[in-house]
DNA sequence: TTTGTCTATATTGTAATGCAAGGTAGTGAC
DNA sequence: GTCACTACCTTGCATTACAATATAGACAAA
């Protein structure tokens, strides 16, 4: 069996700064909106170690803020940094995705 | 700076597969094969052992054939497992190019 | 009041993967 | 006989997605 998650990898990062680029968010919302999207078996277990590394290479910084519903949200927020390394990020996907439909197409 | 080649986990396996499914190949081949499809930075220390890899997990069969330019060639052909992890690859690749590309747009 | 559900974040450990680095060896041209 | 090209292989490392597990607040229903 093929493990689809594997093509999960380094695209997820992506994705995720691009979400984030929009409008700050949290993760348990960034979680629904990959679900929404496609991404439909990413779990918490996957983003919460992602953001947080993001974090720490400084593309995203994070504020707690309280919730309407529950705990505290941990919104986080694209840095100049981590807006440049999306713009990397949307260029060699474009790169990689235009390799493999050439290869896959026939 | 953005490691273009995290875009590579997963994709690489497939297009190796589907390469090979075209017509039986050897390594170095395929190594130039992917360059030219636009994986520019692909290296013989990532084919060889990724072919192994599929060869041991049964996906691949091998042949050993001489060369007329250096030494023997080892010969990669489908086997029937591999053909239905290549299909299923490209069911999944569909799926979660349609998810990053829904994410990217707007 | 306690049970369950939804919201929300965090940590630990593991397996898969790409790749750098280094090594071996055949062929042929100069 | 040295160089360049062809052709294969192995070891070890860093990154990554993910499962599993833990913690905890808010709120409704039983």
Redesign the interface.
């Known amino acids: ?4 998650s ?6 997820l ?3 995720i700064l ?2 984030i680029g929009r409008e700050p968010s949290y993760g348990y919302a960034i979680v629904a ?2 679900r929404e ?3 439909t078996d990413v779990t918490e277990g996957t983003l919460y170690p992602l953001l947080l590394r993001l974090e720490r290479k400084g593309m995203l910084s994070a504020a707690y803020q309280a919730s309407p519903n529950g705990p505290s949200r941990k919104y986080y927020s694209l840095t100049e940094q981590g807006a440049q ?1 999306l713009a ?3 260029q ?2 474009q ?6 439909e ?3 197409q ?1």
Do not use: P
């Open positions: 069996m093929f493990e689809r594997q093509l999960n990898k380094g695209t990062e992506g994705c691009k979400i909106a990959l999207a496609g991404f390394y990397e990020f949307e060699a996907w790169t990689t995705a235009a390799a493999v050439a290869i896959l026939d």
